[in-house]
């Protein structure tokens, strides 16, 4: 398939690219660079031998999107574009409403204009709010939506959207992906993720912890209500999630309309579970201090994945172990990401 991946020089986007290209799809990346490096296609270019085609452009631009359209004849749309730092959303509401919905609706009008009916949408877990009740577990996609943030809100309304302009047209076909925790990079090390400024989650931070970046891991609160009192998050590998878009785009034709499906293992782990993980991979211990419950947090978040499984015959095969290791091989090897290239 010919195929645009939207904010494909990005964390999820690039690694996404590298497993459409080896499933033998034609991809086109258009991306603002607002928050990534062109160096990413570059080394997706070593990994695959593919010169993956990188469009400058910001998706609200619809006249600009429209001539990509015009030259690509795209058969889908992988669309990741978006800001996604909840605290900055909370901080710059606007910015992320303008940026995330505004990049949405024209990148739908681009489409409908060119006749282009399949789009594979990021959501994600975010979408289903924060459940104080640890036998709310496992989330499942029939479960109403609830945002908590400006950033959780642009996901649910992009949802509605999507939904609502599917139900117009019989033609389309949207798959909405509820990612849970990516985490981990490409084996090779080549590509990974590359936050700015101080990392906001958990597995990021512990690597610049790592690599000698930060002083300490912070535990936001260890007396949550689970096994060893700290978070509990269902991580998946950044591979296991970029073979879902894969499988996703493989088996729209057979989903009319707008269909939501969560991407996770289904297997919950702790603070303290991620924090040892690493630590194997690393090789020695890593150090850290308990701190007070960060303000929103849930205690526990896990999906069922059954779904995925059903209808795409995806899930995620990659253990926590594996994350660790690739992460931390991206970490060591580009102390400072991108930033050298
Ligand atoms: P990322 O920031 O690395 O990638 C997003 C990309 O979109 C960036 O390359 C950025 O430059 C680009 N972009 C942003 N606004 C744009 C615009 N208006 N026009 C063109 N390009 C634009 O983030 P990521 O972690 O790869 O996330 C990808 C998608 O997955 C996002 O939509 C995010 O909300 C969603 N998601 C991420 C996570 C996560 O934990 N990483 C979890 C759930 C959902
Ligand atoms: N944590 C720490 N110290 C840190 C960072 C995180 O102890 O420095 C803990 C958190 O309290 C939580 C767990 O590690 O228990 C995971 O935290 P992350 O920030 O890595 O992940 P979240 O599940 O909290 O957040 C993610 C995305 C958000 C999204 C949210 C809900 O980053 O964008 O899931 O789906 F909104």
Redesign the pocket.
Same mark, same amino acid.
């Given at each position: 398939m010919r195929v645009l991946v939207?904010?494909g /020089?990005?964390?999820?986007?690039s690694h996404t690219v590298v497993a459409l290209v080896e499933a033998g799809h034609e991809v086109r990346v @258009? =991306?603002? *660079? @607002? !928050? /990534?490096h062109r160096a990413s296609l570059d080394r997706v270019r070593t990994i695959t031998g593919v010169d993956v085609p990188l469009h400058v452009? =910001? *998706?609200?631009d619809a006249d600009a999107l429209g001539k990509i359209f015009a030259d690509g004849s795209f058969e889908a749309v992988v669309h990741?574009?978006? *800001?996604?730092a909840v605290g900055e959303s909370v901080a710059q509401p606007l910015r992320y409403y303008d +940026?995330n919905l505004g $990049?949405t609706i024209s990148l739908l009008q681009v489409m409908e204009r060119h006749g282009v009916d399949a789009l594979v949408f990021? $959501? $994600?877990a975010t979408v289903y709010g924060v459940h104080d009740a640890v036998d709310a577990m496992p989330l499942r996609e029939d479960l109403p939506l609830g945002a908590v943030n400006p950033y959780g809100e642009t996901k649910v309304q992009i949802e509605r959207i999507l939904t609502d302009v599917a139900d117009a047209d019989d033609r389309l076909r949207f798959a909405v992906l509820r990612?849970f !925790?990516?985490v981990g990079a490409h084996p090779s090390g080549l590509i990974g993720e590359d936050p700015q400024g101080i990392p906001n +989650?958990l597995v990021p931070y512990l690597a610049q912890v790592a690599v000698g970046r930060r002083e300490k891991l912070l535990v936001f609160g260890d007396d949550y209500p689970t096994p060893d009192g700290t978070g509990v998050r269902d991580y998946i590998h950044v591979m296991d999630l970029a073979d879902g878009h894969v499988a996703a785009l493989a088996h729209l034709a057979e989903f009319p309309g707008a269909n939501a499906w969560n991407l996770g293992t289904g297997r919950g782990s702790s603070v303290y579970e991620v924090l040892h993980a690493f630590e194997r991979a690393v090789g020695h211990e890593l150090p850290y201090e308990v701190t007070a419950r960060r303000p929103g947090d849930a205690p526990v978040s896990y999906c069922d994945p059954g779904k995925a499984e059903r209808d795409l015959g995806w899930r995620a095969v990659r253990s926590l172990d594996q994350m660790c290791a690739d992460h931390w091989h991206w970490q060591r090897d580009n102390p400072n990401g991108y930033a050298a290239d």
């Amino acid at each position: 398939m010919r195929v645009l991946v939207t904010g494909g /020089a990005g964390y999820i986007g690039s690694h996404t690219v590298v497993a459409l290209v080896e499933a033998g799809h034609e991809v086109r990346v @258009v =991306d603002s *660079l @607002v !928050n /990534a490096h062109r160096a990413s296609l570059d080394r997706v270019r070593t990994i695959t031998g593919v010169d993956v085609p990188l469009h400058v452009t =910001d *998706l609200r631009d619809a006249d600009a999107l429209g001539k990509i359209f015009a030259d690509g004849s795209f058969e889908a749309v992988v669309h990741f574009a978006g *800001l996604k730092a909840v605290g900055e959303s909370v901080a710059q509401p606007l910015r992320y409403y303008d +940026n995330n919905l505004g $990049s949405t609706i024209s990148l739908l009008q681009v489409m409908e204009r060119h006749g282009v009916d399949a789009l594979v949408f990021s $959501s $994600s877990a975010t979408v289903y709010g924060v459940h104080d009740a640890v036998d709310a577990m496992p989330l499942r996609e029939d479960l109403p939506l609830g945002a908590v943030n400006p950033y959780g809100e642009t996901k649910v309304q992009i949802e509605r959207i999507l939904t609502d302009v599917a139900d117009a047209d019989d033609r389309l076909r949207f798959a909405v992906l509820r990612y849970f !925790n990516p985490v981990g990079a490409h084996p090779s090390g080549l590509i990974g993720e590359d936050p700015q400024g101080i990392p906001n +989650n958990l597995v990021p931070y512990l690597a610049q912890v790592a690599v000698g970046r930060r002083e300490k891991l912070l535990v936001f609160g260890d007396d949550y209500p689970t096994p060893d009192g700290t978070g509990v998050r269902d991580y998946i590998h950044v591979m296991d999630l970029a073979d879902g878009h894969v499988a996703a785009l493989a088996h729209l034709a057979e989903f009319p309309g707008a269909n939501a499906w969560n991407l996770g293992t289904g297997r919950g782990s702790s603070v303290y579970e991620v924090l040892h993980a690493f630590e194997r991979a690393v090789g020695h211990e890593l150090p850290y201090e308990v701190t007070a419950r960060r303000p929103g947090d849930a205690p526990v978040s896990y999906c069922d994945p059954g779904k995925a499984e059903r209808d795409l015959g995806w899930r995620a095969v990659r253990s926590l172990d594996q994350m660790c290791a690739d992460h931390w091989h991206w970490q060591r090897d580009n102390p400072n990401g991108y930033a050298a290239d």
